[in-house]
């Protein structure tokens, strides 16, 4: 089956011109104003209230726009960036380790696999200092020293420390700041907030995002909102995998349907699977937990040798203790002794893929891998351990019900984030003018993978700098207040989701949604998941419309669209994942190449590569091909019935040349 | 394991409501509680029912959304967890588990489990934030916070809003949450100029949504899933005393 | 109803600004302070603990008691003349102001609470609030009665056999009367309740006035909780002492001098006495 249909002209990126260090400045310089009599003029509908959505209606709405902001949570302190860990990055160079600018860029477009935009991701490297600034000043309790300054950590993918942190919980912090500045600005009557309110459609007026349908999820009313232009910060699309740890609600409704509206969507292939979960134990879970990363530093990764021994353990004729060290495979240790257990998430991801495909897996389904901490706690102590990872170990029991210190863990990699998503040019305008994207829902500054520590920054950074500077550049060439909710565009769109939310209700089948969304999710899991490879790939590309047809046909959707209908939420949110798998795994397909979160198995290293034979890497590893898939891959909707187009960024890499990444 | 459910069934906030009984049958004991529940909502749909409805998000003890008492107590017995950690394996095959809505005036009942919680959010539009407008801050490190300060703040800032402690209070108080936001912020230097202003406020916004006070019961500090002390409530007593008696004579 | 017109909900339905700009603005502050919940508590505080002082003054006082008649008469004697007998009334007024504002405000609070819990669990549970904290309004308005009633009993004196007991010296004798004040069992069990249930208000609402007022943190409540309980135990203690000593032990009752005056006196001795 042909990947794609036929392939248009190189989409402009808007990327100003000069030496990539002036471009941000010069780029401000050049953009245009608005007075400040005329901002309150406009109006801007942002949809999604986490870190990008939160900042970016807080800061429009102190610089004097008309904001009206939505989320599908009861309040917008609940969207999913609260969930995040780890920490923060930005270039302070606070510890004088020499850290830059420069670095963060570079060794996010290293990290990234030479898969995103240079400019973007220089000037998210140039404001990060002023995100750390913006946040104690908010009152964000970052991590200080005994002398009162911040303090850092050094995170994966970096030589330096330059992570600021809020003990695991720096999601949070990030978040309630923004929210408190959002809270702030809805007392003061700038931002008009509707919780529980979720987008069903983009209205486009002549070729313009100028509003939304939504819906409100307690009284089920639809209702028309018109604004000058439409940001969307609606997160990630890591739920079409059913299991993911994105939240419960996470989905990718609000960028399908722009997409569907015209918004192409890039390299929405690129997911990234995060090595360090808690296993799935049954049929019945609903999500997925990390555990923190950082316990890979004194865990030892391991399978047994034989795949008897993992079969008698699964069925709990043995335990771990059973296994005599000799019968034990520490695979990370083998295969990458220099890095061993702290090889890079992909990598570590892979091979415990790779072990459980062989039979030796250890948890009751045969996913999952020991995480074993038996020596470290010989070596260290029990105290000791118990200060590093106390709360770690502390969530483990409690999910697991099993002791970490007399038990190894068990771990497997689980859907985490994903670096795809809509396209959008240095503006963060997406090819349909008037529509903007912010945070996860774009594709611009991680490329084919993300580092830690880095969603929260470009979260942050898009909502509180860039798009307040950018969006100007669009609004400067409208009549304020154009459109109204009148438009017939408006008309259409609001049938089109009446229609839609009837014709779910009319189904009345057998089946569950849920049944529908563990179906799609296992599939793309299984197909386009941590490894893939052309035969896998057509294979779920002709299971989905199956899916999908069946869906349609088949779901069940108890009650009516009047007042709080969880399963027609949700069934609206499968209908859209089963039509983005698709795109998915077309995408997925069309990408003959291993880039960071994406490996196809039919493109890595093998014994003959010369990189391979002079010992800078491994066979086995991702094996990119800058030569002819060095673009950002759009694609454009053309109609349920007939293949998406491809558009082509090219991606120029003038400042940092591309090489191969190796961890040996 | 098999169970019996107590669930509070209401259509929507004007309904009456009432206590259904549902049986839980063959629950995986490694099951969360809200996969529990997850797998009778599947049972009840399939036999032609509308699903329990509750609220719910991220599933991992952090956005503060999961909002259900479990016998009684909001988020369950067990300290610092909230409903979405509850796991199957703290109950004993053939319990009966009730499970009501979070109670309290100023939280009416959506529909069965869900609750509107939105006066939390009004609480903190009236003051519950540092002024500071993006863009103006100053390096972050010109201001050092002593680190046992900035812990403080900490503990407090960790509250996810889930109003539990409203839920549990016999007077449906919120003076843990406000407490809370207002240590956090009153504990940092940036907090000091809005201090007088944002207490007063907040506490005029909180009486005004109709929570009661508190009575010094401690039931809220009990069940908070993030264990935030009710040390927060005396030191909002504190702040508030100082800052009335500043609006009433300087 | 009095509480009624200042409960902060009740003036806002009715629609009552407090903002106009002629109403004077420390008057604004103060009735914002006592609209607003915490302000309320404040006074509750404030209040209990001029109470806990006069608790503690009137238990330590009583223990004259054992030391005497002599010693107990000179003391009453005392406190209605320190002050050329004004201490008395001031002390009275601080008393009953104190003590009004303590059960207006707490009234005013528990409408405000009932009100914010309209629907409770059916399957109701408490963690960790103790059975005192939880019955404070109702052990609150027993003990209200029970020191309406205590007036009547020692204060005011409306029995004229207590009433018309005198020392040879003409002083209204305090001792002779607390001991036969205490030979009806009905009054000593009624005591016994009365005081027990202020030492549970008192237990809760000791530790609580650190609370209120900010002076409570997690380090230091389990020395606060001691606080309170101990100074209960020890009010508990003093006060039953005497009932018990006066009608279980039989302590005094063989020295109960007979009242010497008849009942046409009673009018002229109270007023001697004040």
């Known amino acids: 089956m042909a990947a794609n249909g036929s392939q248009k002209e190189t989409l402009n990126s808007s990327v100003p011109d000069g030496p990539i260090a002036e471009k941000w400045t010069n780029h401000k310089n050049n953009s245009k104003l608005i007075n400040p009599a005329n901002k309150r003029k406009y109006s801007i509908i942002v949809v999604g209230s986490g870190l990008a959505g939160g900042a970016a209606a807080a800061t429009l709405s102190e610089l004097g726009y008309q904001v009206k902001c939505f989320c599908y949570q009861d309040s917008p302190r609940r969207a999913h960036s609260i969930a995040a860990q780890g920490g923060i990055n930005a270039a302070k160079n606070y510890q004088n380790d020499g850290d830059s600018i420069y670095r963060l860029f570079y060794d996010t477009v290293k990290g990234g696999d030479f898969r995103s935009r240079e400019a973007n991701v220089h000037r998210l490297a140039e404001v990060s200092g002023n995100i750390i600034d913006q946040c104690v000043a908010q009152g964000v309790p970052f991590a200080r020293e005994y002398g009162g300054l911040l303090d850092n950590r050094s995170f994966g993918g970096a030589q330096v420390s330059r992570t600021f942190y809020a003990r695991g919980q720096t999601g949070q912090q990030l978040l309630i700041g923004a929210y408190q500045a959002l809270s702030k600005e809805v007392a003061k009557g700038g931002v008009e907030m509707h919780s529980r309110t979720e987008m069903m459609d983009l209205v486009v007026v002549d070729g313009h995002a100028k509003g939304i349908i939504v819906r409100d999820m307690v009284t089920g009313e639809i209702t028309r909102h018109a604004a000058d232009t439409v940001v969307l910060a609606t997160g990630g699309y890591g739920n079409v995998f059913f299991l993911s740890t994105n939240a419960m609600g996470c989905n990718v409704m609000a960028a399908y349907r722009a997409h569907k509206r015209g918004a192409y969507m890039a390299n929405p292939c690129y997911t990234q699977i995060h090595p360090t979960c808690i296993p799935v134990s049954g049929d019945y879970q609903s999500k997925l937990t990390l555990m923190s990363e950082s316990l890979r530093n004194d865990g030892r990764i391991w399978v047994p040798k034989s795949a008897e021994d993992a079969a008698a353990i699964r069925s709990g004729e043995k335990t771990a203790a059973d296994i005599p060290e000799e019968d034990r495979d520490y695979y990370l240790e083998r295969k990458y002794p220099s890095f061993g257990n702290l090889a890079p998430r992909d990598i570590s991801s892979r091979s415990a893929k790779e072990v459980c495909d062989e039979g030796r897996g250890v948890a009751s389904t045969g996913l999952g891998v020991f995480l074993d901490f038996r020596d470290a706690i010989e070596r260290l102590g029990e105290d000791t351990i118990r200060a590093r990872y106390g709360n770690l170990f502390q969530m483990y029991e409690k999910i697991q019900g099993s002791n970490p210190y007399k038990e190894p863990m068990m771990i497997y990699p689980a859907v985490h984030y994903t670096m795809g998503g809509l396209w959008v040019d240095y503006n963060l305008m997406s090819n349909l003018p008037g529509l903007h994207v912010l945070g996860e829902a774009n594709f611009s500054d991680h490329g084919a993978n993300r580092l830690g520590a880095s969603a929260l920054m470009q979260g942050l950074a898009d909502g509180y700098f860039v798009i307040p500077a950018t969006l100007p550049n669009y609004l400067a060439n409208q009549e304020p207040g154009s459109v109204t909710t009148e438009n017939e565009a408006f008309a259409e769109a609001e049938k089109a989701v009446t229609d839609r939310i009837d014709k779910l209700l009319s189904i009345q089948g057998e089946r569950t949604v849920d049944s529908f969304h563990r179906e799609l999710g296992l599939l793309v899991w299984d197909k386009c998941g941590m490894s893939r490879d052309k035969a896998g790939l057509e294979e779920a590309l002709e299971k989905i419309p199956k899916i999908r047809e069946e869906f349609w046909k088949n779901v069940r959707i108890p009650g009516t669209g009047e007042g709080l209908n969880a399963e027609l939420e949700k069934a609206g949110r499968v209908a859209d994942f089963l039509e983005f798998g698709e795109l998915m795994c077309r995408d997925a397909l069309n990408r003959e190449e291993s880039c960071g979160g994406h490996f196809r198995e039919e493109y890595q290293f093998t014994e003959k590569d010369d990189a391979v034979i002079s010992g800078y890497t491994n066979p086995g590893e991702a094996k990119r091909r800058d030569e002819e898939f060095s673009y950002v891959a759009a694609w454009e909707y053309t109609g349920d019935d007939s293949p998406p187009n491809l558009h082509k960024e090219e991606l120029i890499f003038e400042n940092v040349k591309q090489s191969v990444r190796s961890y040996k | ?250 | 109803m009095f509480f009624e017109d200042l409960d902060p909900i009740s003036l806002q339905n009715r629609g009552v600004v407090l903002n106009e700009s002629g109403m004077n603005l420390l008057c604004q502050a103060l009735c914002r302070f006592w609209q607003s919940s915490i302000g309320k508590k404040l006074i509750v505080a404030v209040t209990g603990i001029v109470l806990v002082g006069f608790l503690i003054a009137h238990v330590s006082g009583n223990m004259l008691i054992f030391a005497g008649r002599e010693a107990m008469n000179d003391y009453a004697y005392f406190l209605h003349h320190f002050l050329h007998g004004a201490g008395i009334w001031i002390f009275r007024v601080v008393l009953v102001v104190a003590f009004v504002l303590h059960i207006v405000a707490t009234i005013a609070l528990t409408k405000q609470n009932r009100s914010a819990k309209v629907e409770s669990y059916q399957n109701e549970a408490t963690n960790v609030a103790s059975k005192s904290s939880r019955m404070m309004i109702w052990s609150g308005l027993t003990v209200l009665a029970f020191v309406v009633f205590h007036i009547f009993h020692f204060t005011v004196r409306v029995d004229p056999e207590l009433a018309g007991m005198k020392e040879p010296s003409g002083r209204h004798d305090v001792w002779g009367m607390i001991i036969l004040g205490f030979q009806k069992p009905l009054v000593v069990l009624f005591y016994f309740v009365g005081i027990s249930l202020l030492c549970s208000h008192l237990s809760h609402g000791i530790a609580s006035i650190f609370q209120t007022l900010g002076w409570r943190s997690r380090k230091s409540s389990e020395a606060i909780n001691k606080l309170g309980l101990t100074l209960s135990v020890v009010v508990w203690l003093g006060f039953l002492s005497i009932p018990l000593a006066a009608s279980v032990v039989g302590f005094g009752v063989d020295e109960i001098e007979m009242p010497v005056t008849d009942v046409a006196d009673i009018a002229d001795i109270a007023e001697d006495n004040r």
């Open chain 2, 1 to 250: 394991m098999n169970l019996t459910l107590k669930v509070w069934r209401q259509k929507h906030a004007n309904d009456r409501g009432t206590i259904e009984t549902y049986d839980a049958k063959s629950i995986p004991v490694e099951a969360s509680f809200l996969e529990m529940l997850d797998i009778v909502n599947e049972q009840i749909v399939q036999g032609g029912g509308e699903p329990i409805h509750f609220d719910h998000d991220c599933r991992e003890g952090i956005c503060g959304m999961c909002s259900l008492t479990i016998n009684g107590v909001p988020h369950s017995k067990e300290k610092g967890i909230t409903t979405c950690q509850v796991h199957m394996r703290k109950f004993k095959d053939g319990d009966t588990i009730w499970i009501e809505p979070f109670r309290g005036k100023a939280f009416p009942v959506v529909r069965d489990l869900v609750v509107d919680r939105s006066a939390f959010d009004r609480i903190v539009s009236a003051g519950g934030y540092i002024s500071v407008r993006t863009g103006s801050a100053e390096d972050a490190n010109s201001l050092p916070i002593a680190k046992d300060r900035a812990d403080s703040s900490f503990d407090a800032a960790a509250c996810i809003g889930c109003g539990a402690c409203v839920a549990a209070c016999k007077n449906a108080s919120a003076m843990l949450f406000v407490g809370a936001k207002a240590a956090h912020l009153n504990l940092l230097p940036q907090g000091q100029p809005e201090k007088d202003k944002r207490v007063l406020a907040m506490v005029r916004q909180m009486d005004s949504e109709g929570f009661g006070n508190c009575t010094n019961h401690y039931e809220c500090e009990a069940v908070c899933p993030k264990q935030i002390s009710a040390d927060v409530i005396s030191k909002l007593n504190r702040d508030y005393a100082v800052a009335s008696t500043k609006e009433a004579f300087k």
